[in-house]
């Protein structure tokens, strides 16, 4: 739907939804696994009849499975393009789906024990129109998010211990994290 929005309805089972941009009913697209309190979607982005979903769900052990998908808006079918079923101590969360240039961008974010990030999280990039392998580069461990655009990579970093963006205690908080312009080398 030309000049159309995304978004997701909040409930028991959250839902996708496409609406066009002067109204008209919204229609229902697919998401990913839901039917537990707290399965949704954390970001989405939509670029022409492509929308790309960054899905968090119930996983196994301890931490929270997610998932990138991406949806064809007007067949109403998706595509599981990365998966983690959850984690014990430490999570690789998939997060932040971005278009920009014919690709797909999104972020393999540590939650948990920073001990089991290495080699894990990474910021990603996917050719979606050829579904090949995607490429990589690397994140920091206190990267909280990704965002992409005119070419560029940009992260949100927090230094700070408690990855808050702000200090914790005292009478007036400052901010801790800052944006920047990653330079990031996909292989």
Known sequence: MKGSFAYFSEGPRPTLLLRGRHGGPARTLPGGPTGRRFDLPTSIDLYGRRLAVA????????????????????????????????????????????????????????????????????????????????????????????????????????DSPFRLCRQVGGPAPAATCRIFASGARYR
């Open 55 to 158: 899905w968090r769900f119930s996983g196994r052990l301890d931490a929270p499975g997610s998932e990138i998908l991406l949806v064809d808006t007007r067949r109403r079918t998706k595509r599981v393009v990365d998966r983690i079923v959850g984690g014990g101590l430490t999570s690789i969360t998939r997060e932040a789906p971005a278009f920009d240039s014919g690709r797909l961008y999104w972020a393999r974010l540590c939650q948990g024990d920073p001990g089991g990030c290495p080699g894990r999280a990474a910021l990603v990039r996917y050719r979606y129109a050829a579904s090949g392998p995607a490429q990589t580069a690397p994140i920091g461990r206190h990267d909280l998010w990704q965002a992409r655009g005119g070419g560029v990579t940009w992260l949100l970093r927090d």
